[in-house]
C-alpha cells in the first residue's frame, strides 16, 4: 500500500460548515468546546469528571454484554480498564449496516483506534479506549438492510420493526448464501440472536485485536443513568429552546444545520415498537399505538422501566457522555455539523462536551485501476474536478488541432459591440435588437464548439474510455467511494486491509487519503 494526500477544501466534496470547523474558523468556536488538536486533550482529561459509580454499572453493563463472547486478550484488558480512573473512551458509533456497510464505517473505526494510539503516546498515565457504539435503538430497517459489494446491491427482506438491534436472525442464512465469498466470521456472526449481537461478534473479530470495545446503549442499567434527563425533556423541554436558539445562530452564520429539535426527544421503545412520545392536553401519547400515559404515569414509567425510553439524534450524544469516561467523538461531516447544534444541551446538563474529531476520508484504487490511472498521465488532483469539465479538458490537450473557438468567440462578442454602438447613434430602439442577435449567435457558436468536443472525443474514445473507467471505480454514481462500496471489495482480495489502514491512517491529519491497495 502507498498513499498520497489531498486537502480537502480541494476535493470539491464537503461543505462549508465542515471544512471551516477543521480549519478553526472563529466564527464556530461558541459551538464546540476544544478543537481537535493532540495538545488539547491534555485540558479534556483533566476536565473529564466521571464518578465511580457510573464506572461501576457501565463496567457491569459491558461484562453482561460480552458474558457470550469470545473475546481477545486486549479486548479483554480494556473492559478491565474502564473501572480505572485514569480510563478514558474515545468513541464512534453508525447504524448496525450489513456486513458492516459502506466503506466509512472502517474509516471511523479505524480513526478511533488510532486516535487512541497517538493519545497513549503523548499521556502515557491514562489508558484509552476505543469504543464502537452500535445505534442499535434506532428504527429504520431501510437505512440498514443492504449493502453494495462488487457493484451489485445486496437487500435483506424482513418485515420486523422496532429497534432494529433487537431484530432476530431467523432464516438470516439464506441472505447470506446469495453473497458471494462472504467470510466464515459473517457466516458465525449472523448465527447470533439478535442483530446487535451480530455487529459485536463481526466487530470483535475484525477488530478484537486493536481492542476495540463494542457498546450497545439498549440497557436497563445504563438508561437509567440517564432517567433525570428523560424526565427533564418529557417535563421541561428544555433542550427545544436550546437546540433551536443555537441553530438559529448556526443558520444565520449563512451554514446549513443538519437536525431539528423538538418538544420531546424520546421514543417509547418495547418488543417491536419505537415510536415517538408526543405531549398532549392531558398527558403523553405514544404515537402509531394505544398507549397514553399521564404526567405522574410518565413519572412512575421512568423510574420503572427507564429502558423503555430511547433518545433521538438530539439527545443520544448526551446519553452517550454520561455513560461513557468518554473525550472525543469521531464522525463525518454531518456528524459533527449537527454535534455543533447541541452544546448549549451539554452546558444545560453540566457535561464535559467532547471533542470532535473528523474520521478519516480515503479513496482506494487496487492495481487494474492504478494501472489504467498511469496511463491517464491525470494527477490525483484531477480526479476531484467535475467529471465532464475533466473530460473535455482531457481530449482538448490531447487534440491534435484546435477545438476550443475561445478566440473566435470573443472576435463575434467585440463585433456585435461595434455593432451595438452604430445602432445606438442610428435608432437606440435597435439595440435592443442587436444584444439579442449576440446572445443568440453566442449560444449557436458554443453548440458548435460541444459538438466538435463531442467529436475528438469520439477520436480519442480509448483515452477517454480509460479515464471514464477509473472515474466511474473511484466515484461510484458521482459520489464518494467510502460512502458506498463495502470493505469486501478490498478485504477479500487483501485479508491485511484493516491493518494497513490502521498504520498509514493519522487521525490528526485532516487531509484526503489516497490508497493504492
Same mark, same amino acid.
Given at each position: 500500500?502507498?498513499?498520497?494526500?489531498?486537502?480537502?477544501?480541494?476535493?470539491?466534496?464537503?461543505?462549508?460548515?465542515?471544512?471551516?470547523?477543521?480549519?478553526?474558523?472563529?466564527?464556530?468556536?461558541?459551538?464546540?468546546?476544544?478543537?481537535?488538536?493532540?495538545?488539547?486533550?491534555?485540558?479534556?482529561?483533566?476536565?473529564?469528571?466521571?464518578?465511580?459509580?457510573?464506572?461501576?454499572?457501565?463496567? %457491569?453493563?459491558?461484562?453482561?454484554?460480552?458474558?457470550?463472547?469470545?473475546?481477545?486478550?486486549?479486548?479483554?484488558?480494556?473492559?478491565?480498564?474502564?473501572?480505572?480512573?485514569? /480510563?478514558?473512551?474515545?468513541?464512534?458509533?453508525?447504524?448496525?449496516?450489513?456486513?458492516?456497510?459502506?466503506?466509512?464505517?472502517?474509516?471511523?473505526?479505524?480513526?478511533?483506534?488510532?486516535?487512541?494510539?497517538?493519545?497513549?503516546?503523548?499521556?502515557?498515565?491514562?489508558?484509552?479506549?476505543?469504543?464502537?457504539?452500535?445505534?442499535?435503538?434506532?428504527?429504520?430497517?431501510?437505512?440498514?438492510?443492504?449493502?453494495?459489494?462488487?457493484?451489485?446491491?445486496?437487500?435483506?427482506?424482513?418485515?420486523?420493526?422496532?429497534?432494529?438491534?433487537?431484530?432476530?436472525?431467523?432464516?438470516?442464512?439464506?441472505?447470506?448464501?446469495?453473497?458471494?465469498?462472504?467470510?466464515?466470521?459473517?457466516?458465525?456472526?449472523?448465527?447470533?440472536?439478535?442483530?446487535?449481537?451480530?455487529?459485536?461478534?463481526?466487530?470483535?473479530?475484525?477488530?478484537?485485536?486493536?481492542?476495540?470495545?463494542?457498546?450497545?446503549? &439498549?440497557?436497563?442499567?445504563?438508561?437509567?443513568?440517564?432517567?433525570?434527563?428523560?424526565?427533564?425533556?418529557?417535563?421541561?423541554?428544555?433542550?427545544?429552546?436550546?437546540?433551536?436558539?443555537?441553530?438559529?445562530?448556526?443558520?444565520?452564520?449563512?451554514?446549513?444545520?443538519?437536525?431539528?429539535?423538538?418538544?420531546?426527544?424520546?421514543?417509547?421503545? /418495547? &418488543?417491536?415498537?419505537?415510536?415517538?412520545?408526543?405531549?398532549?392536553?392531558?398527558?403523553?401519547?405514544?404515537?402509531?399505538?394505544?398507549?397514553?400515559?399521564?404526567?405522574?404515569?410518565?413519572?412512575?414509567?421512568?423510574?420503572?422501566?427507564?429502558?423503555?425510553?430511547?433518545?433521538?439524534?438530539?439527545?443520544?450524544?448526551?446519553?452517550?457522555?454520561?455513560?461513557?469516561?468518554?473525550?472525543?467523538?469521531?464522525?463525518?461531516? /454531518?456528524?459533527?455539523?449537527?454535534?455543533?447544534?447541541?452544546?448549549?444541551?451539554?452546558?444545560?446538563?453540566?457535561?464535559?462536551?467532547?471533542?470532535?474529531?473528523?474520521?478519516?476520508?480515503?479513496?482506494?484504487?487496487?492495481?487494474?485501476?492504478?494501472?489504467?490511472?498511469?496511463?491517464?498521465?491525470?494527477?490525483?488532483?484531477?480526479?476531484?474536478?467535475?467529471?465532464?469539465?475533466?473530460?473535455?479538458?482531457?481530449?482538448?490537450?490531447?487534440?491534435?488541432?484546435?477545438?476550443?473557438?475561445?478566440? %473566435?468567440?470573443?472576435?463575434?462578442?467585440?463585433?456585435?459591440?461595434?455593432?451595438?454602438?452604430?445602432?445606438?447613434?442610428?435608432?437606440?430602439?435597435?439595440?435592443?435588437?442587436?444584444?439579442?442577435?449576440?446572445?443568440?449567435?453566442?449560444?449557436?457558436?458554443?453548440?458548435?464548439?460541444?459538438?466538435?468536443?463531442?467529436?475528438?472525443?469520439?477520436?480519442?474514445?480509448?483515452?477517454?474510455?480509460?479515464?471514464?473507467?477509473?472515474?466511474?471505480?473511484?466515484?461510484?454514481?458521482?459520489?464518494?467511494?467510502?460512502?458506498? &462500496?463495502?470493505?469486501?471489495?478490498?478485504?477479500?482480495?487483501?485479508?491485511?486491509?484493516?491493518?494497513?489502514?490502521?498504520?498509514?491512517?493519522?487521525?490528526?491529519?485532516?487531509?484526503?487519503?489516497?490508497?493504492?491497495?
Amino acid at each position: 500500500m502507498t498513499l498520497k494526500t489531498v486537502d480537502l477544501r480541494t476535493t470539491n466534496k464537503f461543505g462549508k460548515l465542515f471544512l471551516d470547523y477543521i480549519e478553526g474558523a472563529d466564527q464556530l468556536k461558541p459551538f464546540y468546546g476544544r478543537f481537535p488538536s493532540i495538545e488539547n486533550f491534555k485540558a479534556q482529561i483533566e476536565a473529564k469528571k466521571f464518578s465511580a459509580e457510573r464506572r461501576k454499572i457501565l463496567c %457491569q453493563a459491558l461484562e453482561n454484554q460480552y458474558q457470550d463472547q469470545t473475546i481477545t486478550d486486549q479486548v479483554s484488558t480494556n473492559l478491565k480498564s474502564l473501572s480505572q480512573n485514569n /480510563s478514558f473512551t474515545i468513541t464512534t458509533g453508525h447504524q448496525l449496516n450489513l456486513f458492516t456497510g459502506p466503506l466509512y464505517v472502517i474509516y471511523k473505526i479505524v480513526t478511533v483506534i488510532n486516535t487512541c494510539k497517538e493519545l497513549k503516546k503523548k499521556y502515557p498515565d491514562s489508558a484509552f479506549i476505543p469504543v464502537y457504539w452500535m445505534a442499535s435503538e434506532d428504527h429504520d430497517f431501510e437505512e440498514i438492510d443492504h449493502f453494495r459489494f462488487d457493484g451489485k446491491k445486496y437487500r435483506w427482506a424482513t418485515d420486523q420493526t422496532g429497534a432494529v438491534g433487537r431484530c432476530e436472525l431467523e432464516g438470516f442464512q439464506e441472505f447470506i448464501d446469495t453473497v458471494p465469498g462472504a467470510p466464515e466470521f459473517f457466516n458465525r456472526a449472523y448465527k447470533e440472536r439478535s442483530l446487535a449481537s451480530a455487529v459485536r461478534s463481526y466487530m470483535n473479530h475484525l477488530f478484537g485485536d486493536y481492542g476495540l470495545v463494542v457498546i450497545d446503549a &439498549d440497557d436497563r442499567s445504563l438508561k437509567s443513568l440517564f432517567k433525570e434527563v428523560i424526565k427533564d425533556d418529557l417535563i421541561d423541554h428544555s433542550a427545544f429552546d436550546l437546540v433551536n436558539g443555537a441553530t438559529e445562530k448556526i443558520n444565520n452564520l449563512g451554514y446549513k444545520t443538519q437536525v431539528n429539535s423538538r418538544a420531546v426527544n424520546f421514543f417509547y421503545l /418495547s &418488543d417491536g415498537l419505537r415510536e415517538r412520545i408526543e405531549a398532549t392536553d392531558s398527558g403523553y401519547e405514544v404515537l402509531n399505538s394505544t398507549i397514553k400515559l399521564t404526567k405522574e404515569e410518565l413519572l412512575r414509567a421512568i423510574d420503572a422501566e427507564p429502558e423503555k425510553f430511547s433518545p433521538n439524534v438530539i439527545l443520544r450524544p448526551l446519553y452517550q457522555e454520561v455513560i461513557l469516561p468518554n473525550l472525543a467523538y469521531v464522525g463525518g461531516p /454531518s456528524e459533527l455539523a449537527y454535534w455543533l447544534q447541541l452544546k448549549p444541551i451539554f452546558d444545560h446538563y453540566k457535561e464535559l462536551f467532547p471533542i470532535l474529531m473528523p474520521r478519516n476520508f480515503a479513496i482506494v484504487v487496487p492495481k487494474y485501476i492504478q494501472k489504467k490511472f498511469e496511463k491517464t498521465n491525470l494527477t490525483i488532483e484531477d480526479l476531484f474536478k467535475e467529471k465532464h469539465a475533466l473530460l473535455a479538458d482531457i481530449v482538448v490537450s490531447n487534440a491534435d488541432h484546435k477545438v476550443r473557438l475561445n478566440g %473566435q468567440v470573443q472576435e463575434v462578442i467585440d463585433m456585435f459591440y461595434r455593432i451595438r454602438e452604430q445602432a445606438a447613434v442610428i435608432d437606440s430602439t435597435l439595440t435592443a435588437h442587436v444584444e439579442a442577435q449576440q446572445a443568440r449567435t453566442k449560444h449557436r457558436l458554443e453548440l458548435i464548439e460541444k459538438k466538435f468536443v463531442r467529436a475528438e472525443k469520439r477520436r480519442q474514445s480509448e483515452k477517454v474510455g480509460q479515464v471514464e473507467a477509473v472515474l466511474d471505480y473511484l466515484f461510484p454514481n458521482g459520489g464518494l467511494q467510502e460512502r458506498t &462500496d463495502n470493505f469486501l471489495n478490498f478485504y477479500l482480495e487483501n485479508p491485511q486491509f484493516i491493518d494497513q489502514l490502521i498504520t498509514y491512517f493519522d487521525p490528526f491529519d485532516y487531509r484526503f487519503y489516497v490508497v493504492n491497495g
